[in-house]
C-alpha cells in the first residue's frame, strides 16, 4: 500500500472512528463498524470480528502501529529527498 500524507490521514480517521463506535456514538450512516473494520483491514491486512468489541480494539492497535510505521517510513523518504 502506497504510503503518502493523505493516507495517514485516512488510517487516523479510521482509527479515530473506530474508537467513536467503541464508546456508542453513531457517526454517520457510512461510518459503521463494519465499514471501519473493512477500511482498517485494507491498512493492516488482518480480518478483524465485528460483534463486540474485541474486533475493534484489535484494529485500533493494528492501525496505530501502521500509523507510526507510516510516519516513520515518510519522514526517512522526505529527509532523503
Known amino acids: 500500500m502506497e504510503i ?4 495517514i490521514y485516512q488510517a487516523v480517521a479510521v ?3 473506530l474508537k467513536a463506535i467503541k464508546t456508542g456514538l453513531k ?7 463494519t465499514n471501519l473494520l473493512k477500511t482498517a483491514s485494507k ?7 465485528t460483534r ?3 474486533g475493534i480494539d484489535r484494529a485500533v492497535e493494528d492501525i496505530s502501529n501502521w500509523i507510526d510505521d ?5 519522514a526517512e523518504q522526505t529527509s532523503h529527498a
Open 52 to 54: 463486540g468489541t474485541d
Open 27 to 33: 457517526l454517520n450512516s457510512a461510518y459503521t463498524k
Open 43 to 49: 491498512f493492516t491486512e488482518k480480518q478483524y470480528a
Open 70 to 74: 507510516a510516519r516513520a517510513i515518510l
Open 15 to 17: 482509527k479515530l472512528g
Open 4 to 7: 503518502s500524507g493523505p493516507r
